[in-house]
Each structure stands twice: as C-alpha cells, then as structure tokens.
C-alpha cells in the first residue's frame, strides 16, 4: 500500500484497512521498535508525543468551552472538567512508520 494516499483519510481506517486480515504482529515492525527503545525502556520521543498530543486536546477544549460562554443553551465550562496528563491513562499505543 502506498501510504501517502491514505493522509488524508481518518487514521482509525487506515490503521482497520492496513491491519485487516491480519492477526499477528509485524515481526520486522517491533523487531525495529525494540531496538529504537531498548524493547521499551527508553521511550522518551514517543511520551514527548503523547504530551503534546494531550496538551493540543486541552486547549482544544480549554477554546470550546470558552466559545460555550457566548453561545446559547448554556457553557461547557466547568464541567467534566479535565485539568491535565494525570486525568489520562495509555491503554494501548500503535506506532506507524
């Protein structure tokens, strides 16, 4: 597959079309993934990446429920409110190259 057609697309059907028919893991793919992080023990880049990731979903919702305040039926604000990373918890991670 060609990946830069599927850019474009949501990346939870690109991950369902690439992993369709397949039920074993990649050997080659964590063969690589172990070696970049000592089989996972030095996995720095990828948690620099999931902070800017839970970041960018703050402020995302930090500007929603600031919009709320001047929309009607009511604010956003304050409510569920989430306040940062220890309000999130990693089950599961999947890495593309």
Do not use: C
Request: aromatic share 8%; glycine share 6%; charged share 25%.
């Amino acid at each position: 597959l060609h990946f830069q057609q599927y850019l474009r697309q949501n990346p939870l059907d690109v991950l369902r079309l690439l992993s369709k028919g397949k039920d074993e893991p990649i050997k080659e793919a964590y063969q690589r993934f172990n070696l970049e992080t000592d089989d996972g023990n030095n996995m720095g880049a990828y948690s620099t990446m999931l902070s800017e990731a839970i970041v960018s979903i703050l402020n995302t919702k930090e500007e929603s429920d600031v919009d709320s305040l001047f929309s009607e039926g009511g604010t956003s604000a304050l409510v569920n409110s989430i306040q940062g990373l220890e309000d999130f918890e990693l089950l599961t991670f999947t890495v593309i190259k």
